[in-house]
């Protein structure tokens, strides 16, 4: 793995919204904005932006520039890559954005052509319900860790944790001791039958976090069970998927 560099203290997960294609590779743009209300990435970074790098999950610098209006007083700052090699075209990719190395002297940012970009997103939010945490050894094939509940009519989020299913390093390479990072994220709501149906979760509000990848459950049928799943692929090619049961049931009085 090739880490972009040992000075910069700080990165950030950005979850790119690939929905929507047959699960192949395809080069795509993405655009994505910094939150305002990111304190600690404004507290941090330097006024002229030379230290926000955006790289591939493995580290790899890729070619990004800052979109025209990008104020440091303002908090404004639009970040573009162009030309992502995106290993699946049906997902939620991951990139990431480092930060925080105040004495920068070099600018990375590059001239780039974007057309029809995909929409990145950084979230900061924190998991405080519905939690699936990581399966560590057990198969993805057993029965489902943890089950939750919901009315037909909610719309609920369900957070898979992320954080003990990547690997590390045993001595650290340039100062980090990752070994492995997501590359995509793909979700499923499954039937009794092994029917995945998604018309039952919501692509548009799907995130990735730095330890948790986020899915937004939607309908289903008043009594009936689903098994909830997201399936990782990392930068070393491992293929792991985290189950939960969603039940679906208005809750009546007798």
Not at 138 to 146: G, K, V
Not at 160 to 170: D, H, M, P, W
Not at 200 to 209: E, S, T
């Amino acid at each position: 793995m090739s880490w972009f560099n040992k000075n910069y203290n700080r990165r950030q997960i950005v979850g790119v919204n690939h929905f929507g294609g047959s699960g192949v590779q395809a080069t795509i743009d993405i655009e994505f904005s910094i939150p305002a209300d990111w304190d600690t990435f404004w507290d941090e970074i330097r006024s002229d932006f030379r230290d926000v790098v955006v790289t591939d999950p493995k580290g790899n610098v890729l070619s990004f520039a800052r979109k025209g209006g990008a104020n440091y007083s303002d908090r404004i700052l639009i970040l573009q890559v162009d030309g992502y090699v995106s290993n699946n075209d049906n997902s939620m990719n991951a990139i990431f954005v480092y930060y925080g190395f105040s004495s920068e002297t070099s600018d990375r940012s590059v001239a780039v052509t974007i057309a029809s970009p995909k929409e990145g997103y950084i979230t900061l939010e924190r998991p405080i319900s519905r939690i699936v945490p990581s399966r560590g050894g057990q198969s993805a094939t057993d029965t489902p860790i943890i089950s939750f509940s919901k009315a037909t009519i909610e719309e609920v989020d369900v957070f898979f944790l992320t954080v003990s299913l990547l690997g590390r390093r045993y001595q650290t390479y340039n100062n980090r001791n990752n070994l492995e990072a997501i590359d995509y994220v793909e979700i499923f709501s499954y039937d009794n039958t092994g029917t995945n149906s998604a018309t039952r979760y919501d692509l548009d509000d799907v995130r990735l976090g730095n330890t948790f990848f986020r899915g937004r459950y939607i309908i289903g049928d008043d009594g009936s069970d689903y098994a909830v799943v997201a399936k990782f692929t990392t930068t070393e090619k491992q293929i792991l998927e985290t189950r939960a049961i969603l039940r679906v049931k208005n809750l009546l009085p007798e």
